[in-house]
């Protein structure tokens, strides 16, 4: 069994007797929690209860989990009296210990799931169930329907990580002279905004805090309906209900708002229109961030190239498929961490760069006069690999290690998040994803030397 069912269920179990009144998958009965105990829970229906394991709740968990029911791929409740006639889900969560089978019981295990928030149900026949994109506990339920809830604490960071999440924190709203970054900028049409907003004759750009710096973002954005978060929307709404065709135009319109994937033989456009022709894109994508979550504690190693793509195109679908819990890390982001990572690693003394912040950058966009690289932040013995190595034999693919990357940097960000809305200041995965971005244009400073290309 993953760890990720009987954490999940441990951690809304106290909340079960405050649930209210609930209904089966068919919306034909209604039911309610009596009592729950240490390793049970006692439910009343009519005049009679039953008594459900903690387990069964693990157990159907766990097989919605393993089996990948996300909303792309839901699961046939097939509930019956008889074992023999019960589908799988409905075996899995009656089986007891000895090997035999119990009374039904998924009919009330998932109605108290979905009032978790952990699962969804659909009650049109034959009914359906699929996990939430969002692993969640609740945290308090003041009335019957309504849940508050958080994300499930992310797998623990390494004491480098957790203490370079700290350091970041004190850049958000970083002391007046602690913090300071600048470049010169281009006439590109990515500056426009910047230019428009914060600076109209200035031919640079600059921030004194990572906080300044998501506000000072700069990056073209049509109005809705044709912005990233409507496109975004469109995306998860059309992974829910499994419509891939729809879910490639979603695709499509994230690669054009990024400026990516544009040429017809880009491997991203390839893997989108392959997979959409195939029914599999919203199965691939949900797969996609099962993995990259920052809960996830599975092997990357489905990110091959093939099975599933992580660059810098595919890296701003899973983001938008998933955006409360994973970044976009593209080479800016990626220049931007090593950057800061370099200037904590310094600060404290250290000469090398450990793995568990060996993170990657992308190159710039070089012109036949101008081929200066200013996106590699290393300097001064402290090295970071670019984005695009090659993997040789033995080595993970170089789609798992940009998907690693993908994951602990937003396991590290959102610890960043936690730290500073606790302190009361308003960041966001998304605001600090900006902050990162904007830094990363540029990571030479102060050692700027020639003018940079967009």
């Known amino acids: 069994m993953t760890q990720l069912a009987p954490q999940t269920v441990s951690s809304v179990w106290a909340m079960l007797g405050e649930l209210g009144t609930l209904q089966t998958p068919s919306r034909r009965s209604e039911f309610g929690v009596d009592s729950v105990m240490l390793d049970r829970v006692k439910v009343a229906v009519g005049d009679t209860t039953l008594v459900i394991p903690k387990a069964a709740f693990e157990a159907v968990l766990d097989y919605l989990h393993v089996n990948h029911h996300h909303p792309g791929n839901p699961c046939a409740i097939e509930s019956n009296n008889g074992y023999k006639k019960a589908g799988p889900l409905c075996k899995v969560s009656r089986k007891l210990p000895t ?41 308090a339920v003041s009335e019957p329907g309504q849940r508050v809830v958080e994300e499930i604490p992310a797998v623990s960071l390494s004491p480098a990580q957790q203490a370079f999440a700290d350091y970041l924190a004190t850049l958000w709203s970083a002391d007046p002279g602690s913090f300071e970054h600048r470049y010169s900028i281009t006439m590109n049409r990515v500056w426009k905004p910047w230019k428009e907003r914060i600076q109209p004759q200035s031919k640079d750009w600059w921030c004194l805090s990572l906080a300044q710096a998501a506000e000072h973002y700069s990056w073209p954005e049509s109005k809705a309906p ?18 891939c065709l729809t879910a490639q135009t979603a695709c499509l319109e994230i690669f054009k708002w990024g400026g990516v994937a544009n040429k017809p033989d880009d491997a991203s456009l390839i893997w989108v229109k392959a997979q959409a022709a195939e029914q599999t894109l919203c199965r ?99 090295e970071f690999v670019c984005l695009y190595k090659k993997s040789t034999a033995n080595q993970p693919h170089q789609a798992e290690v940009w998907a690693g990357l993908v994951r602990i940097t937003s396991r590290i ?12 200041q308003d960041a966001t995965l998304l605001s600090l994803e900006r902050a990162l971005f904007m830094v990363g244009f540029d990571v030479r400073y102060p050692l ?3 003018t940079p290309t967009a």
Not at 233 to 238: H, K, P, S, V
Not at 300 to 323: C, E, Q, R, V, W
Request: charge should be neutral; hydrophobic fraction near 45%; proline fraction near 6%.
């Open 99 to 139: 090997g035999s089978y119990g009374p039904r019981n998924i009919t009330y295990v998932l109605p108290i799931l979905e009032r978790l928030g952990v699962v969804e149900i659909s009650p049109k026949l034959p009914t359906t169930v699929w996990l939430t994109l969002r692993p969640v506990a609740v945290t």
């Open 226 to 243: 044709d912005d990233f978060a409507s496109i975004a929307a469109r995306l998860r709404a059309a992974l829910a209900a499994n419509e």
């Open 284 to 382: 691939s994508i949900l797969r996609g961030v099962e993995l990259l979550r920052p809960t996830s504690d599975e092997t990357l190693t489905a990110f091959d190239g093939t099975n599933l793509l992580m660059n810098s195109a595919m890296t701003k679908i899973y983001a938008a498929a998933a955006p409360d819990g994973i970044i976009i890390y593209d080479g800016r982001v990626g220049a931007a961490l090593g950057f800061l990572a370099r200037k904590w690693l310094n600060g404290i003394g250290q000469s090398v760069v450990p793995q568990d912040l060996a993170f990657r950058w992308g190159p710039n966009q070089k012109t036949p006069n101008n081929k200066v690289e200013t996106r590699d932040p290393s300097q001064e013995g402290f």
């Open 413 to 424: 960000l959102q610890d960043v998040v936690r730290v500073l809305n606790t302190q009361g």
């Open 448 to 450: 700027i030397t020639a």
